[in-house]
């Protein structure tokens, strides 16, 4: 053979060599993409527990904690905690702003979300101040807005509404919608003033789950480390529908009263025409029924009609008295009704 035909096979056996390389690189790379979709078969699979390297997302979207909730900043000292779809038409919001704050002409659109298009639809906005203002024993130096957006009947709108979108002096400010779903009963617990110790936390939570409140909303920040240790155990026992946390600090100082005006209305725009009981307690108030006989918070409600606002009388356990129940109830029993 001579040298220049030796250098050509040469040469061709270099190209045959990296050819095949490459395509042992490529076919690697294929293999290893498919090999979760079991296209080569179970043999492939590989050896290891996916948990350990995935995330795994309950089906229930619900038990997501990041709802998105948190202070938007609008304009002139006002600040939007979230909204709420009320009806087909209209969508309210809750907010804050200094007593000096100038009431904003505002525009508002609600954005629909439909397939891979977002819809803008233009509303009627509207606000309502629902502290009193003008009250002589009010020294706060801020008042709680409510906002409305109302869009038009006669409007055909697709999909379903996403953002509340503030316009003002032609900056856009936007707000999600709350899109929570909820069960039965749900109990929505005021911040912690206190700073109680996080046994009594864990009993408030678990004595109500097990009265039959499927779902909970707690606004708290001081017992967050607790408040996201409960969240999860109770989402891998499958102890409730939900369990949400939702910040409680306000940008403006307030009174203890006065900034649970916001919480409350926050619970109940949430919750609106979705469940059939809201209770609203903090974490040292527990309801106690005189008779349940092994059924649960919702049969105790089964007579009253609907829409009813019920406001129940508070008394003062002692839970320093001395404890001459049996041991078995000793050991179960929240220290709120060892000795009642």
């Known amino acids: 053979m001579r040298k220049y035909q030796q250098v050509?096979?040469?040469i061709l056996a270099c190209f045959s060599l990296f050819g095949l390389l490459i395509y042992r690189k490529e076919y690697i790379e294929l293999r290893s993409i498919f090999e979760g979709f079991h296209i080569f078969g179970d043999d492939i699979i590989i050896k290891t527990n996916c948990n350990d390297s995935v995330l795994v997302i309950n089906n229930n979207e619900n038990r997501l904690y990041n709802d998105g909730t948190k202070w938007v900043y609008i304009d002139h000292?006002?600040?939007?905690?979230?909204?709420?779809?009320?009806?087909?038409?209209?969508?309210?919001a809750i907010g804050i702003g200094r007593k000096d704050s100038v009431m904003l002409t505002m525009k508002c659109h609600v954005w629909y979300d439909f397939r891979d298009t977002v819809f803008s639809y233009e509303g009627k906005f509207r606000y309502n101040i629902l502290s009193n203002v003008n009250s002589s024993d009010n020294q706060e130096n801020f008042i709680i807005?409510?906002?409305?957006?109302?869009?038009?009947?006669?409007?055909?709108?697709?999909?379903?509404?996403?953002?509340l979108v503030f316009i003002v002096n032609n900056n856009k400010n936007f707000v999600r919608i709350?899109?929570?779903?909820?069960?039965?009963?749900?109990?929505?617990?005021?911040?912690?003033y206190n700073n109680l110790n996080k046994l009594s936390i864990v009993e408030f939570i678990s004595y109500h789950q097990i009265l039959g409140y499927t779902d909970f909303i707690i606004y708290d920040e001081l017992n967050?480390?607790?408040?996201?240790?409960?969240?999860s155990i109770i989402y891998k026992l499958n102890l409730s529908n939900s369990f949400h946390i939702f910040p409680s600090n306000i940008p403006y100082g307030s009174s203890m009263q006065t900034a649970n005006i916001l919480f409350e209305l926050d619970c109940i725009y949430r919750t609106l025409n979705k469940v059939s009981l809201i209770s609203l307690l903090t974490f040292q108030d527990f309801i106690i029924p005189k008779e349940i006989s092994n059924k649960n918070i919702m049969s105790l409600y089964k007579d009253i009609k609907p829409n009813y606002y019920?406001?129940?009388?508070?008394r003062t356990?002692?839970?320093?008295?001395v404890n001459d129940r049996s041991i078995a109830l000793k050991q179960f029993l929240p220290i709120i009704v060892k000795k009642n």
């Open 178 to 192: 709350a899109k929570d779903n909820y069960k039965d009963a749900v109990m929505c617990v005021y911040p912690d």
């Open 310 to 314: 019920i406001k129940l009388d508070q």
């Open 77 to 92: 000292g006002i600040y939007i905690y979230s909204a709420y779809l009320i009806n087909n038409k209209l969508i309210k």
């Open 224 to 231: 967050f480390v607790i408040l996201e240790r409960l969240q």
């Open 145 to 163: 807005i409510e906002y409305s957006c109302e869009l038009d009947d006669n409007t055909k709108r697709q999909g379903v509404p996403h953002i």
């Open 8 to 10: 050509a096979l040469l």
């Open 317 to 321: 356990c002692c839970i320093n008295s």
